[in-house]
């Protein structure tokens, strides 16, 4: 069955090429069912592998074809399905499919013809996923690496007309682009120093290079991983890629795209653990961009700007805890994350299609009568994402908040003010759209109503793995081994494990420190329940002071403008009108103007006097037996010497 893995990238490729090629043949019909179902099928093989590799405890690498073959080294073009690879193709196809399905509805109101092409973007951003998760080098992590670059600009910037939705889609290209630099350098490096950039080649012999070489790679690909996750400072283009279809943001932020660079890091975990400073570098952004990305979610009115910011933050919690050596917590919080974070986009876009596209939360309210299914599982997403036991996000939370604490305690206290902002905004967000009372404009003609069965259904599976997804990583403090997936991620991380002697707490401690992040995660919930909930609720009270930076980003895109874009804009244009306009064109315009100038005088030449015409005949056979008898003299005078 193993031998089968190249169907899980096949199965989306093929979907692509079908749907995008036969995009002005195929119906809405024809086309959601080959989509979904390429998917659908992607899912179905990594089901059957996943349970190979849990059954046999071990992976495998399929080599399909040598992909660059020189005398220096081979990269080969191969896929690795272990037990981390497993995991992350059961989420990306499982999910995956779940956004398609519920796409199907969501963008219904397209035309044949751009529905199709919505599908096939979607099916390559699944297709590249994969490979990136497949890939058993570097080499092959970076073709689908770039490949969901390229995808994100195509979805983002899927409404073409619209100017704003362009630029949205070219700033997240551009912004990760200068990741990837760091990531090709890295991988470069590798080359140079190991003459190799497969997985199992580069981990078993990194002893032999020097600590500046390894922590010069774990940086350049950390350089990657915080333009592909948005990290600090690379962050500023995922708010705005909300500018794309919601179900293309619940694609980028729960299964694709975002844990690119969590996925690369735990693949790397043995070069991290031997670079020390990179490790903790890596603990320190993720720390600072969990808070830093929370305290803007805390004043957006945008639904989706809201939950896309919340991606940003939760995120840095999973590179806390790549950079506190709680690998398998970090991977943990990817899988939850996908669930309750695809739940609540899926969950927006339902409230979006019921308003006609009304997107601020200041404009919403009492749409819990209106909307019930999508009003439940909102509210179960919330509480998941907000750490309530025993929903998911409380285990995965949890564990990268008792390694931090282990680890330092006082990075445990500062992501704990993180968690405890993250039910605030979640619940805020939640009292303005489903409490108290409808705020926004009512239409006669189209009421408010439940979307249908194919985006419910989506909605009410993924409450569910919100619900209960979490108990595959009991902490031991409940039950010993209870943490299947501990066990399960084992042997990937065990490498890791070796290299380092984790701090472990006492259960009191345990208890102690879950017990009253709860307590307060609740107050938080409360606290915002009672302020935003009510009917009579001030939305158009202007923010001042710090609430105005927070509602106003930190002013960091204006930042960025004046610091980094209009000077680099300033600058072109004197190289613009200094270099290429005085050197460039006026050499190359010169060039022209002398060419002119000649032809205009050798024309004169061209006279029609017959006698004219006779003379420059006499004065070109006299030049021709003058050369003649030089040339004649200098053979001669050749002739004597030799």
């Not at 046999?56 to 690795?80: C, D, K, M, N, R």
């Not at 999973?318 to 943990?332: E, N, S």
């Not at 997107?359 to 907000?386: E, N, S, V, Y």
């Amino acid at each position: 069955m193993s031998q089968l893995v190249f169907l899980v990238p096949l199965f989306p490729l093929i979907g692509f090429l079908i749907t995008g090629l036969g995009r002005n043949y195929l119906s809405k019909t024809a086309t959601g069912y080959i989509a979904s179902g390429s998917i659908l099928g992607a899912f179905i093989v990594s089901c059957l592998l996943f349970s190979q590799v849990y059954g046999s405890g071990s992976g495998q690498v399929f080599t399909l074809f040598h992909f660059i073959q020189t005398e220096g080294f081979s990269i080969p073009f191969a896929f690795q399905v272990d037990q981390l690879s497993s995991l992350f193709l059961l989420i990306i196809t499982g999910i995956g499919f779940l956004i398609h399905v519920y796409s199907t509805s969501y963008m219904h109101e397209e035309d044949a013809h751009h529905f199709a092409r919505f599908f096939a973007y979607m099916n390559l951003f699944v297709f590249s996923m994969l490979l990136l998760v497949l890939g058993a080098n570097y080499v092959i992590m970076f073709i689908g690496w770039e490949g969901v670059g390229l995808c994100s600009y195509l979805l983002i910037g899927y409404w073409f007309k619209n100017g704003d939705y362009n630029y949205a889609a070219k700033k997240a290209f551009i912004m990760n682009r200068i990741g990837d630099l760091g990531f090709l350098l890295a991988v470069f490096w590798m080359l140079a120093k190991l003459g190799t950039a497969t997985y199992g080649e580069v981990f078993s012999q990194v002893a032999t290079l020097s600590t500046f070489d390894i922590t010069a790679i774990t940086m350049l690909l950390f350089v990657g991983a915080m333009g592909k996750s948005a990290q600090i400072p690379l962050y500023t283009w995922l708010p705005d890629a909300m500018a794309g279809p919601t179900p293309v943001s619940a694609l980028i932020h729960a299964a694709t795209m975002v844990t690119a660079g969590i996925y690369m890091i735990a693949r790397s975990n043995v070069l991290y653990t031997l670079a020390p400073f990179s490790q903790g570098f890596v603990a320190m952004i993720g720390l600072a961009t969990a808070i830093f990305a929370a305290t803007i979610a805390l004043r957006q009115n945008d639904i989706k700007k809201v939950l896309a910011y919340s991606t940003v933050s939760q995120l840095g919690y999973m590179f806390l805890g790549l950079g506190v050596g709680a690998y398998t917590g970090a991977v943990f919080h990817v899988m939850t994350h996908a669930f309750f974070k695809a739940l609540l986009f899926l969950g927006a876009g339902s409230v979006i299609h019921a308003l006609h596209h009304e997107q601020d939360i200041r404009k919403m309210g009492g749409l819990k009568k209106q909307l019930p299914i999508t009003h439940i599982t909102f509210l179960l997403g919330c509480i998941a994402i907000a750490g309530i036991p025993p929903f998911s996000g409380f285990f995965s939370k949890d564990e990268i908040l008792m390694a931090t604490y282990a680890h330092q305690p006082w990075m445990y206290f500062i992501a704990m003010g993180g968690a405890l902002m993250t039910a605030f905004y979640m619940f805020r967000l939640y009292s303005l759209t489903f409490l108290g009372s409808y705020r926004g404009h009512t239409d006669a003609a189209h009421p408010i109503h439940e979307s249908p069965l194919s985006m419910t259904f989506p909605l009410m599976v993924l409450a569910v793995l919100s619900v209960v997804g979490g108990f595959i990583g009991i902490p031991a403090v409940f039950a010993e081994n209870a943490h299947w997936l501990e066990h399960f991620l084992a042997p990937v991380f065990q490498p890791s494990n070796e290299l380092v002697q984790h701090t472990h707490l006492d259960h009191a401690t345990e208890y102690l420190l879950m017990g009253i992040s709860t307590v307060l995660v609740l107050i938080m919930i409360l606290l915002a329940v009672k302020l935003f909930g009510k009917d009579d609720v001030d939305v158009k009270k202007d923010d001042t002071g710090i609430k105005k930076w927070m509602a106003n980003k930190w002013y960091i895109d204006e930042l960025y403008q004046a610091v980094i874009i209009q000077p680099l804009h300033i600058f072109s244009v004197l190289l613009k009108n200094l270099v290429e306009k005085n050197i460039i064109d006026g050499a190359v315009n010169g060039v022209g103007r002398l060419v002119h100038y000649g032809a205009r005088q050798f024309r004169l030449i061209q006279s029609g006097q017959v006698g004219n015409y006779l003379l420059f005949m006499i004065l070109s056979i006299v030049v021709f037996i003058l050369i003649w008898f030089n040339d004649a003299t200098i053979l001669r005078a050749l002739n004597n010497i030799f």
